[in-house]
């Protein structure tokens, strides 16, 4: 009895699933970068200034996540 087997590789595959990742990659990136941006450009402000525009210190980071949010939607 002859037995024959035939290997064959998906040959997008791999790739595929590198440049997924990559762009996986890249979007968490920018998504930092714009966070870390706002985060420290709100902290940058005096409790005054803050208190002008009716936020609290305690409030940067939510707002910083937001605002990535809607900045990455859009």
Do not use: C, W
Not at 2 to 16: C, D, R
């Amino acid at each position: 009895m002859a037995v024959a087997s035939t290997q064959t590789a998906l040959k997008g595959a791999p790739a595929f699933g590198i440049a997924a990742l990559v762009e996986t990659v890249k979007t968490r990136f920018i998504r930092y970068r714009l966070y870390r941006q706002t985060v420290n450009e709100l902290s940058a402000l005096s409790d005054r200034e803050l208190a002008d525009l009716g936020l609290h210190r305690s409030m940067i980071r939510r707002l910083a996540q937001q605002a990535t949010e809607d900045q990455i939607a859009q």
